[in-house]
């Protein structure tokens, strides 16, 4: 399937799904689940900084049809991609040795089985509609499917916080991305008309409500189609510099820096570090301000803080790239009230807070520019916050 058909397919029905298990694997699986993808609304880069991050959980999921099997067998096979069924087994995981989407399903079982978790050989079928690649968190939905059927159906009993906890040790160690706990919270502790207000120093969450209809507003997403990598060496040299002037600085993580902190900064620090702290340091502001917002006058006022963290984001942290960039443009230029870029940046999605009656405006306006610019065509779509990872069946 392409990375097109899978960002407008809808996931097959989990009738579908336990089907087409019956059928490659020759009985019935034990159980379906499914995790989703998210958006995140403000708070980029914060999360490994302890900072403050405010993602969603979107209508896009992925799902797992799983049966526990007697021996240390693993099976694994998605309705996408043409790797054809994997096998290995328990013993033979190791960090480094998986391939394309089998790294998330294996990493889960390694960081699983690294906890004491007392992990089953399996069989597992994946489908998911989260785009990949486009910044959505398309692979921390997989891992977030698997380890809510493994807790599940080993009765590990674990809670939120160490399944968010595992899955960031699959990424960073057996994955090889080191990222942070934005995405795996924002899919396992997402909820229906809300959004998650995570700490990510000590992972206290907070629903805070966020409905945009009924403000007569839309979130569309622009999948600019840049394919990115959090594995790749531009998100890793940005968790450095923000290491750098954290230690500079003297704090345990740039969390504890404030902006009335950042002229001090600006004389310790060399040029480039000082922007990559600065853009930490007011987001984790403009997260707080959101927060406020939203449970003030609404998501009708927070379209001045996107916009600033887009352009922290281009000109402080530069992890933008030109598609992005005429994203946010085009839609503001054509009625959007707020536009940032999404996720870890280098490619992936941006978001535009519109007003209903000029979603059909912007959405062509972006598209013509693409085309103008020579750039592929964007996948455009709007998206809700959506229920957390769950069984289905
Ligand atoms: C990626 C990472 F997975 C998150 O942990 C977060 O750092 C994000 O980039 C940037 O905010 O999605």
């Known amino acids: 399937m392409s990375t097109q058909d899978q960002a407008t397919a809808a996931p097959a029905a989990h009738g579908d799904l336990r089907a087409r298990f019956e059928q490659e694997f020759g009985s019935a699986p034990d159980g379906v689940w499914q995790a989703p993808g998210r958006v995140n609304l403000i708070g980029e880069h914060t999360d490994y900084n302890e900072g403050f991050v405010l993602p969603f959980a979107i209508d896009r999921t992925a799902r797992v049809a799983v049966a526990v099997r007697r021996d240390s067998t693993v099976r694994l096979l998605s309705t ?28 889960v079982m390694w960081a699983l089985r690294e906890r004491g978790v007392g992990v089953p050989g ?10 990949l690649g486009a910044g959505l968190s398309s ?34 160690d057996f994955v090889g ?56 060496g531009g998100y890793a040299s940005r968790r450095a510099s923000c290491e750098l002037g954290a230690e500079v600085m003297g704090v345990k993580a740039l ?4 902006v009335a902190d950042l002229d001090e900064a600006s004389g310790l620090l060399d040029e480039v570090t000082f922007r990559r702290v600065r853009h930490v340091v007011t987001e984790n502001d403009r997260v707080l301000q959101t927060v406020e917002l939203l449970g003030g006058p609404g998501p009708g006022a927070i379209g001045p803080l996107l916009d600033a963290s887009h352009a922290s984001m281009r000109d402080d942290f530069e992890i933008s790239c030109p598609e992005l960039d005429l994203a946010v443009d ?6 959007a009230i707020g536009a940032r870029m999404t996720g870890g940046g280098f490619g992936g999605a941006a978001i535009a807070l519109t007003p209903v009656d000029a979603e059909r405006k912007v959405r062509d306006a972006v598209a013509k520019a693409f085309a103008q610019a020579g750039f592929a065509a964007p996948d455009i779509f709007t998206v809700s916050p959506a229920a957390g990872a769950t069984r289905i069946a």
């Open 139 to 172: 692979s921390h939905a997989i891992e977030c499917a698997v380890i809510t059927a493994l807790n599940d159906l080993t009765g590990a009993g674990l809670a939120a916080e160490d399944m968010v906890l595992a899955t960031q040790r699959a990424e960073n």
């Open 80 to 107: 996408y991609g043409d790797q054809g069924v994997v096998t290995t087994t328990l013993e033979a995981l190791r960090p480094g040795t998986a391939k394309g989407w089998t790294k998330y399903p294996l990493g």
């Open 177 to 232: 991305a080191p990222t942070g706990i934005m995405d795996q919270s924002a899919s396992l502790r997402g909820s229906k008309g809300h959004a998650v207000f995570l700490d990510c120093r000590d992972q206290t969450a907070h629903l805070v409500p966020f409905e945009t209809e009924p403000a007569g507003l839309a979130l569309l997403v622009i999948d600019t189609k840049v394919s990115h990598s959090h594995a790749d």
């Open 122 to 131: 399996l069989d597992l079928l994946l489908d998911s509609n989260v785009p």
């Open 255 to 258: 969390r504890d820096i404030e």
């Open 330 to 335: 085009t839609a503001k230029a054509h009625g």
